[in-house]
């Protein structure tokens, strides 16, 4: 992995989600998170809490960072009242495109996740495929936290998706490479310091190469229970995959947290 040694590339490093979500090969990277992986992750949601939207009283539910709406799609397919929000225009306007296809009504915002100002208007709020833990400081992470709390209504449900580092560290492949449309990409990780980066070369057929990264910050299953119960959150429950089988510390990929407001 290149060293990022300038102040410039540091900032980049700092500011990498800006870049790199708002970029259109994103979708082309992760293509395999598709509807299907989507679908199976919101049944499992919804079985888990027990929440049935009914036509007379659709439940409100926040998609803090929706990318391109897999998951707030399916709640809206589901019958619920859902506000898509990712702080990436160009994924907002992949998600917009698909919900006008379908004619599903959703509301979009465009906030950055720690300024999430809503004060308890969502039954449920979710943060889905290991988008947490952006930030350079774990305050940060809790203004998060803070913000998720006062949105929701009492008894609302918070679902956080995270990697489990526990089986990140054991199964951590350090260089992989794959062709997706004719574009060679090449994927270097290290992990250090409880983050996970990752350096993302793509080549394409005619052309120069181009650059992205992702960094994350990593929370034990410890970590993240005293995170939400110091805000006040109840954690009811930690399924291991987007079926919903029960959490084990060293085998699940993993880390889906279920915490209620009380």
Same mark, same amino acid.
């Given at each position: 992995m290149p060293s990022? +040694?300038?102040? *410039?590339?540091?900032?980049?490093?700092? /500011?990498? !989600?800006?870049?790199?979500?708002?970029?259109?090969?994103?979708?082309?990277?992760?293509?395999?998170?598709?509807r299907e992986?989507?679908?199976?992750?919101?049944?499992?949601i919804l079985q888990e809490t027990g929440i049935e939207a009914t036509l007379s009283s659709p439940p409100a539910l926040l998609d803090i960072a929706c990318g391109a709406g897999r998951h707030a799609l399916?709640?809206?397919?589901?019958?619920?009242?859902?506000?898509?929000?990712?702080l990436s225009p160009f994924?907002?306007?992949?998600?917009?495109?698909?919900?006008?296809?379908?004619?599903?009504?959703?509301?979009?915002?465009?906030?950055?996740?720690?300024?999430? +100002?809503?004060? *308890?208007?969502?039954?449920?709020?979710? /943060?889905? !495929?290991?988008?947490?833990?952006?930030?350079?400081s774990i305050d940060e992470d809790r203004k998060v936290v803070s913000a998720v709390f006062r949105a929701l209504q009492p008894d609302g449900w918070y679902v956080l998706d995270l990697i489990n580092p526990s089986y990140l560290k054991q199964h951590l492949v350090e260089r992989s490479s794959r062709t997706i449309g004719g574009m060679h990409?090449?994927?270097?990780?290290?992990?250090?310091?409880?983050?996970?980066?990752?350096?993302?070369?793509?080549?394409?057929?005619?052309?120069?190469a181009l650059r992205f990264a992702e960094s994350v910050r990593l929370y034990s299953s410890g970590e993240i229970r005293e995170m939400l119960e110091d805000e006040g959150f109840i954690l009811d429950r930690i399924a291991g995959d987007y079926s919903g089988t029960p959490f084990t510390e060293g085998e699940s990929q993993r880390m889906i947290l279920f915490s209620k407001k009380h």
């Open positions: 990022l +040694s300038s102040s *410039a590339d540091k900032e980049n490093q700092t /500011q990498w !989600f800006k870049e790199w979500f708002n970029h259109p090969l994103y979708l082309a990277l992760y293509s395999h998170r598709n992986e989507a679908t199976a992750c919101v049944r499992m399916e709640f809206a397919r589901q019958g619920w009242n859902v506000t898509a929000n990712d994924l907002l306007e992949e998600a917009r495109k698909e919900a006008a296809q379908e004619s599903l009504e959703l509301r979009f915002t465009g906030k950055d996740m720690r300024d999430i +100002s809503e004060t *308890a208007s969502y039954r449920m709020v979710v /943060q889905l !495929f290991t988008s947490f833990g952006y930030f350079d990409v090449t994927e270097n990780r290290v992990l250090e310091q409880s983050r996970i980066t990752k350096q993302i070369t793509i080549t394409p057929e005619t052309g120069n």
